[in-house]
């Protein structure tokens, strides 16, 4: 063998993965298609909180398993679901112990584990020296410091199987294409999001017309070679992302911040005939798998007035704010002291758009958003009336941030075959598994308590596997 494991990707999963199964004992090669120091990745860009399904994943397991199963309409097996509550607490403790340093941004429970030094709330990426970068960079130490490697430049191609077992990877490297075999083989590159082809088989008919709200690194290799041996997909057709200006396609500072969510839930989103097409109050990242897998992605719009411009939209409990930001670095705003003069000045029917801003306001004012045409959910996002010139519109995308499906994993992240046995040798972690996010209301859980997790639950097995004492 070459190693123990050999780790396809260097997010905060596989390295998780590499630092902790060397402290138990094992080495690791981990192989990352960037190079350098600065590589790019997911881990890299992401805002450092450290959340479960938007609350706080030290709180108790009961609480955490309800969550789970209310946010994925029971999508998780509950086997799955235990083990995952169970060690995320530890995994948090884990990586604090390697040097994270953590802060906490107010009361709301999903943000008490913040990675620091925080975003400066400025608009467009700002990650260099931020809390994730420097997270990447601890774990990086903590895996060569146990005897682990790290080779840069190197992408997976294919797994090695020899009876029914993945005893390792075709990697390939400046051209020329090896072999590294060990007892263990983990995914973990982040998805399949920035790989045009599998988007459009997955998730939206056009690709093109989705934005990459992400480091442009998941190309779905882990994917691919899992499918190609068998491997059991699901949930592939969510997401994990948020609306965002239109113009962010053309203008870098509007992208992945400040997104367009305050505004959205607050407010009523309508297609090119200004007619509703979604339900707001399932929340931004219902609304932006909904926009991406519409005919075209492009032709939503936000409507909304300056109570939400003044008020929601100018929340700062996630920098940067939409007010002002988005205005200050030139996004598409379309501002009218009527509706109807909005939807003139923004290319949408008048009489639709009046029509569905008065049933909406109608519905409101009455407490019957239950029986507008596309009923309106209340329960978690409150609307608001839209009554008080002026008037707003923006032009929106839908931003890709990470898939959330992949190959179904059991609660050590094995792989399991379309059969349903586990593969024997093959894991999946973070990003590049599947089954723990999505459902029909695509249930966000969190990609990062995801990482940390799953790559400390898949290094006790296989160290459990080798003999090596867990503690």
Known sequence: MDADIIIVGAGFAGLTLAARSGELGLKSIVVEQGEGPDYPCNSRYSGGMLHMGMDDPAAKQDYLIALIERLTDGLPDRAF?????????????????????????????????????????????????RGPDAIVRRLTEATLKHGGEIRMKTCGVRLIMEDGKCVGVEVESNGKRSQLRGRAVALAD?????????????????????????ARTGRGDGLLMAEAVGARLV??????????????????????????D??????????EDGRRFVDEGLGPIYLANTMAKRANPLDATVIFDEAIWTGPAADKISPPAPNPTIEMVGATIYKAGTVKELAAAAGLPVDALSDTVAQHNDALARGTLGSLAIPRSSDQYKPMLIVKPPFYAVPMCTGITYTMGGPLIDPNARVVHRDGHPIEGLFAIGSASGGLEGGPH??????????????RLAAHFIATAAGKPVN
């Open 262 to 271: 305050s505004m959205t839930i607050s407010g009523v989103v309508v297609a």
């Open 81 to 129: 679901t235990e083990a995952f509550t169970a060690e995320a607490p530890k995994a948090i403790a884990w990586v604090r112990g390697h040097g994270a340093q953590f802060i906490r941004l107010g009361n709301h429970p999903g943000r008490q584990w913040v990675m620091a030094p925080p975003r400066r709330g400025q608009p467009g990426l700002d990650w260099k020296g």
């Open 190 to 214: 982040g998805g399949f999001q920035a790989n045009p082809e599998l988007v459009k088989r997955f998730v939206s008919p056009q690709a093109d017309k989705v934005m990459q709200r992400n």
């Open 235 to 260: 949930g592939m057709e969510g997401f994990y992302g948020h609306p965002l200006a239109r113009d962010a396609f053309t203008n870098d500072l509007l992208w992945p911040h400040p997104y367009l």
């Open 442 to 455: 695509v249930g966000y859980i969190g990609g990062l308590i995801k990482a940390f997790t799953l790559g």
